[in-house]
């Protein structure tokens, strides 16, 4: 996390994870934010997904170049 506060607001993490959604439910995730998101689809092929209180989680850093970058900056509590 670094010193960005997480999406909805705590300084600190939840969860030693990172937590994924579908693609079409992250306005879930983007309108709880307080500041601009970013949006990132992650390549998962390969990784191990689990679930954890009905989130999806993979628990180890994810490489760069398994990522892209779908939006930029929305505006707090986007759907």
Known sequence: ?????GIAGSSTFE???IF?????????FTAMSRL????????VRGLWIEEYE????HTNPINPDRLRLLKTDLPPRTR
Request: charged share 15%; hydrophobic share 50%.
């Open 1 to 5: 996390m670094g010193i960005a506060p």
């Open 36 to 43: 601009p998101c970013d949006v990132w689809e992650v390549d």
């Open 54 to 57: 009905g989130w999806l989680i």
């Open 15 to 17: 969860l030693e994870a």
């Open 20 to 28: 994924l959604d579908h693609i079409g439910s992250i306005s879930f």
